[in-house]
Structure formats: C-alpha cells, structure tokens
C-alpha cells in the first residue's frame, strides 16, 4: 500500500508516553491522508497529522498524540486494521459489482 511502487520502510523519530513521531521512506499522501483520516476517528486519539517537509527530497513524518493510558503505536495500528478491512470489503463490493 505506497504510493511509488518501491519498498517501504518505518523509522521511529520520537518516541514517548503519548507521542510518536514516525517517518514514512517510500509513502506519499495517499498513505498518509488515509492514515490521518483514521487516526482521527479513534477517540482516544488528541492530535494526528503529516507533514512532507520537501515534496521532491523528503519523506513523509506522521505524528499522532493520544490521550489518557493509550499509547500512539496501539492508536496506529487499529487506524492500520481499519483501512485493511475497508480494503478487503471494497474488493468485496468491487467483485461483486464487476461480477467476477
């Protein structure tokens, strides 16, 4: 699930207690709007965000800020299990549409 076609990989650039900072190698908007958009659905989620410093020489950094006990990476990985599962009803929907 990139954007470009190449491998991806994460590097973790700040770590806390209720923050995670992380840069996304080899993703693009597509990704992260997706991944901002889910985070912010969780309640327990109180900032998320991305921010592609240089559009032609950086990689994505993803933020997300979570409340109360919840750490960010427990945050990230149910927004990461929400969009598998609306990748797999949508290939669902899309094969029964197309009937195949």
Known sequence: MEDGGGKMKVNVLNKTE????????????????????KLLEDETVDLAGYDIPHPLASNPILYVRTKGDVKPEEALHRAVEKILELSKEFSKELKKALKT
Do not use: D
């Open 18 to 37: 209720n923050e995670l900072k992380i840069e996304l190698e080899g993703a693009g908007h597509t990704l992260c709007n997706l991944l901002q958009k």
